[in-house]
Each structure stands twice: as structure tokens, then as C-alpha cells.
T-cell receptor, first 111, second 115 residues
Framework: GESVGLHLPTLSVQEGDNSIINCAYSNSASDYFIWYKQESGKGPQFIIDIRSNMDKRQGQRVTVLLNKTVKHLSLQIAATQPGDSAVYFCADRLDDYKLSFGAGTTVTVRA | GAGVSQSPRYKVAKRGQDVALRCDPISGHVSLFWYQQALGQGPEFLTYFQNEAQLDKSGLPSDRFFAERPEGSVSTLKIQRTQQEDSAVYLC?????????????FGQGTRLTVV
């Protein structure tokens, strides 16, 4: 079965607002987590990653938070733009060669 | 090329036909992954290559699925005697270093429809 899962399948957000996408994982031994963005008809695109020895990591307009106590991962997008509309996947590393992806959250940005 | 290239982009196969899906990874990338993505779902791991060595094929659904990367660059995923449940997008990804602990670059995928 899947190691990770997302709390909500869809998220609608007003342009300019901040978005928060949540993800729960079940494998307490997971040591690497990654967020991907997938636009319609395209392959997943890397957003940001975090290792288990960190609680927070920031990129350009994005922040990933990791709470190992409750096995929860979140992706925050600041000042959401229309180009952020996509499906967002979290994934964790099951072993040396394998990532386990969740089902995805579809983010729709309202103008 | 600049990114991971997959061909064909779309493939329609009659049930029972064999298909071959090609992946051109980013030049110099050690790792190559194949994933299967069903409609509305996240990608599911199929197999992993480190250079020409297939180190993990635990995700291949059946012995009808076969993958190779003979020279450590281009890879082919072959599906024999296709069935309707094989309909999905097949994604290829590559990364610079060994293992699944760093950013991987995905191709656009091949959408396979079995009729």
C-alpha cells in the first residue's frame, strides 16, 4: 500500500493568498521526503525536498515542514499565482531506489 | 537534450499486442526510474537502473513487463501481450547520482491505451 497520503484531494485558493497542502506518511523509518508538481499532460516537476534530520526547509515562495512526531508533511506556497494551479504530490523514500507517492492534491487558483 | 525525453507520447495498442516505450534520460545521469501512473493517481514505482544494472524490478506488475538499459543511457520498457489494465501513463525519470534520495527529472510520459 501507499506510504504517504494527502489529507485533501482538492484545494481552491484565491490568487495572492497562501496555500497549504498537507500529507501524512506511515513509514516512521522514512528519511527523505519530496514534493512534486504536475501540470496537465506533463511529467512531475521537482519543487523541494527535505531530509528527516530537518524540520523546515525553504525555497523560492515554498516552504516544506516536517513533523516526525505525528508523521506529517506540509507544503506552503506563498502568494499563490495562477501558474501554481496543478496537482501536487508528496513522496517518501521507501528504500534505496524507490519513492512512494501519494494520490495528489489538485490546487486551483481563483483569479 | 536538455531534459528527459520519452517516445512515443501516445500509444494505442490492441489487447494482446506487444509495445515498447523509450526513454532518453539526461546525459550523464546515473539513475533511471520507470513509474506507472493510473488516471487520477500518483506514480507507482516499476523499476530502477543504476547505469546499465537493473537493481530493483520489484514494482513490475507481471512477467509481461520487461525493462532494459543496455548501455547505461537509453532505456526501453516493453510490455508483452498488453491487457486493458495496462492502460496508464508510463513515466521515466533520471537523476545524477545513485539512489532515490535526490531530485529526479521526469519526462512527459507515454500514455498507453489498450483497446
Amino acid at each position: 500500500g501507499e506510504s504517504v497520503g494527502l489529507h485533501l484531494p482538492t484545494l481552491s485558493v484565491q490568487e495572492g493568498d497562501n496555500s497549504i497542502i498537507n500529507c501524512a506518511y506511515s513509514n516512521s523509518a522514512s528519511d527523505y521526503f519530496i514534493w512534486y508538481k504536475q501540470e496537465s499532460g506533463k511529467g512531475p516537476q521537482f519543487i523541494i525536498d527535505i531530509r528527516s534530520n530537518m524540520d523546515k526547509r525553504q525555497g523560492q515562495r515554498v516552504t516544506v515542514l516536517l513533523n516526525k512526531t505525528v508523521k506529517h508533511l506540509s507544503l506552503q506556497i506563498a502568494a499563490t499565482q495562477p501558474g501554481d494551479s496543478a496537482v501536487y504530490f508528496c513522496a517518501d523514500r521507501l528504500d534505496d531506489y524507490k519513492l512512494s507517492f501519494g494520490a495528489g492534491t489538485t490546487v486551483t487558483v481563483r483569479a | 537534450g536538455a531534459g528527459v525525453s520519452q517516445s512515443p507520447r501516445y500509444k494505442v495498442a490492441k489487447r494482446g499486442q506487444d509495445v515498447a516505450l523509450r526513454c532518453d534520460p539526461i546525459s550523464g545521469h546515473v539513475s533511471l526510474f520507470w513509474y506507472q501512473q493510473a488516471l487520477g493517481q500518483g506514480p507507482e514505482f516499476l523499476t530502477y537502473f543504476q547505469n546499465e544494472a537493473q537493481l530493483d524490478k520489484s514494482g513490475l506488475p507481471s512477467d509481461r513487463f520487461f525493462a532494459e538499459r543496455p548501455e547505461g543511457s537509453v532505456s526501453t520498457l516493453k510490455i508483452q501481450r498488453t491487457q486493458q489494465e495496462d492502460s496508464a501513463v508510463y513515466l521515466c525519470a533520471s537523476s545524477l547520482v545513485a539512489g532515490a534520495n535526490t531530485e529526479a527529472f521526469f519526462g512527459q510520459g507515454t500514455r498507453l491505451t489498450v483497446v
